[in-house]
């Protein structure tokens, strides 16, 4: 499946559990005679990974397990826990055990709020992680980490019950069994996402990344009447008014949330499109091809009522607002 749909304004990588617990040798899966050889062979595509998503802007959010040495709830159970069958309790609080991997600790580093602690499988469990997304924007999550049939495979099975897209990144997922993680992928791709890997991930993030136009913003109309173009907007065909910045010219201006907004200043007979909006991602990139193709413009960068922005005229001599939201001169 083509990750084109995805949009990476609402996307987000999910490292789940990259602890020396799980990973490193001297963890406790190794010292209970796992091979993390195999489990460590995700740290060096995630190494390359992780920073062009955060270089890129889109969230990466980490996950650590971390358990108690007495565990009051766990101890109620009747059967052994998963705990019991390795030679010690792992990722203990404040130890060791329970850090993030040495080679990808200081990508972590760089924004210790988007690390959420967890307390069994599941990356929504109980934590924050899912307020979290939503704060965020997020619809569509790149999962990576370990391990593949524990706490991976419980976090998608949780983000698809929530309604998330899910990508899973498969040479950036590793388990303890490769008969099991075949079989868990093939049911991921049935049910709960799709497959994909870091090389395809990059792919779409280069993509994504170029400069182009995000979405319609705005339709901009001059009207002759201000209080009669209202009424006809609102009265009869329902429209509703949004709150809105004024002019910097100071013409009278009124926005809707259907998407067009109105100015005074038409003359009988005079052209009724002012201007229309679209927002991009990166406006200084875009602009400078634009330049560099000849286009004219009606104003360069400046800071708008949305965000940097720049005028230009289409072929027909349009007048085209192109603004980045949250970018500035």
């Known amino acids: 499946m083509s990750l084109d749909p995805i ?19 001297q963890g406790t899966l190794g010292v209970s005679g796992v091979d993390t050889d195999r489990l460590a062979s995700i740290v060096p595509p995630l190494k390359t990974l992780i920073p062009r998503f955060q270089e890129a802007g889109l969230p990466v959010i980490w996950t650590k397990q971390v358990h108690l040495e007495v565990d009051a709830s766990r101890a109620k159970k009747k059967l052994a826990s998963h705990t019991q069958k390795r030679k010690r ?15 990808l600790k200081p990508f972590a580093e760089k924004n210790p709020t988007w690390v959420v602690t967890k307390h069994r499988f599941g990356a929504f469990h109980e934590t924050r992680l899912e307020m979290l997304l939503k704060m965020l924007g997020t619809r569509t999550l790149f999962v990576t980490g370990a391990t593949t049939n524990a706490c991976v495979e419980t976090s998608i099975r949780e983000a698809y019950l929530r309604d998330f897209d899910v990508v899973a990144l498969s040479d950036c997922i590793s388990g303890v069994n490769a008969d099991w993680e075949a079989t868990a992928q093939r049911v991921w791709t049935q049910y709960f996402g799709t497959l994909a890997d870091s090389a395809e991930a990059l792919a779409w993030l280069e993509e994504k990344s170029r400069p182009r136009t995000l979405r319609y913003g705005h339709m901009l109309l001059l009207v002759e009447d201000m209080e009669r173009s209202v009424r006809f907007y609102v009265d009869k065909l329902g429209f509703d008014i949004r709150p809105a910045k004024p002019l910097a010219d100071g013409r009278a201006f009124t926005a809707f949330h259907q998407g067009i ?18 927002e991009v991602n990166d406006v200084r990139g875009l602009r400078e091809r634009l330049k560099a193709e000849g286009v004219d413009f009606f104003q360069d960068l400046h800071d708008g009522p949305y965000g940097l922005t720049v005028y230009i005229a289409d072929p027909d001599g349009t007048k085209v607002e192109l603004y980045e939201v949250g970018a500035s001169a």
Do not use: C
């Open 7 to 25: 949009d990476p304004r609402s996307a987000a990588l999910l490292v789940i559990d990259l602890q020396n617990a799980f990973i490193h040798e």
């Open 89 to 103: 309790i792992s990722a203990i609080e404040g130890s060791w055990d329970a850090e993030i991997v040495d080679e």
């Open 261 to 278: 907004a109105l100015v005074d200043g038409r003359e009988a007979g005079h052209r009724q499109v002012d201007h229309i909006a679209f």
